[in-house]
Antibody
Framework: EVHLVESGGALVQPGGSLRLSCTAS????????MNWVRQAPGKGLEWVSY????????YYADSVKGRFTISRDNAQNSLYLQMNSLRAEDTAVYYC?????????WGQGTLVTVSS | DIVMTQSPDSLAVSLGERATINCKSS????????????LAWYQQKAGQPPNLLIY???TRESGVPDRFSGSGSGTDFTLTISSLQAEDVAVYYC?????????FGQGTKLEIK
């Protein structure tokens, strides 16, 4: 069974940093592209970032470009999101999602709250 | 960036009746070389992550009831629930995966009338 488990969410002050992790199991992680998608409280889904299976292609939403960095470790079946210069508007549940074009597996999400 | 616009924002339908949700993209998501529409539909129930329903605009994901169907091509798409069940109460999102950023529609909240 496919499992994606996010971790690392926390309360952080504006301007602070946080590193999210997503641990995968139940499938060959290195065969899939991975993504981060976030959802602010009571709002819709916002795509954040994409990384290809070999890390050769990486994309970011304009709202996080230059502040967030996506990476992966295929040997550890793990996906990461390094978030710097956090703002109040980054407050959201962050989901990792597996994709081969469409997004066919999602984690339960981890909550990031940016507040003083 | 491709902008995805859903209509309506919310919808109330009686049990057993048909529900229809529309999604329009600001540019075509049809890839001519393989004649595939890079469009997916997701269902998100309260407190849960999104769940894939439909991909390539009309292919139902394994395990999804056949009352769910997708149609459309190019820039205009539709998700139809043929006979609404109580467990279908959720927010539904379309998403294009034609080109990054893989944008989502704003969501359509489906309720029971």
């Amino acid at each position: 069974e496919v499992h994606l488990v996010e971790s690392g969410g926390a309360l952080v002050q504006p301007g602070g940093s946080l590193r999210l992790s997503c641990t995968a199991s139940g499938f060959t992680f290195s065969n899939y592209s991975m993504n981060w998608v976030r959802q602010a409280p009571g709002k819709g889904l916002e795509w954040v970032s994409y990384i290809s299976s070999s890390s050769s292609s990486i994309y970011y939403a304009d709202s996080v470009k230059g502040r967030f960095t996506i990476s992966r470790d295929n040997a550890q079946n793990s996906l990461y999101l390094q978030m710097n210069s956090l703002r109040a508007e980054d407050t959201a549940v962050y989901y990792c999602a597996r994709s081969q074009y469409y997004y066919n597996a999602w984690g339960q999400g981890t909550l990031v709250t940016v507040s003083s | 960036d491709i902008v995805m616009t859903q209509s309506p924002d919310s919808l109330a339908v009686s049990l057993g009746e048909r529900a229809t949700i529309n999604c329009k993209s600001s540019q075509s998501v049809l890839y001519n070389s393989n004649n595939k529409n890079y469009l997916a539909w997701y269902q998100q129930k309260a407190g849960q992550p999104p769940n894939l329903l439909i991909y390539w605009a009309s292919t139902r994901e394994s395990g999804v009831p056949d009352r769910f169907s997708g149609s459309g091509s190019g820039t205009d798409f539709t998700l139809t629930i043929s006979s609404l069940q109580a467990e279908d109460v959720a927010v539904y999102y379309c998403q294009q995966y034609y080109s990054p950023p893989h944008t989502f529609g704003q969501g359509t909240k489906l309720e029971i009338k």
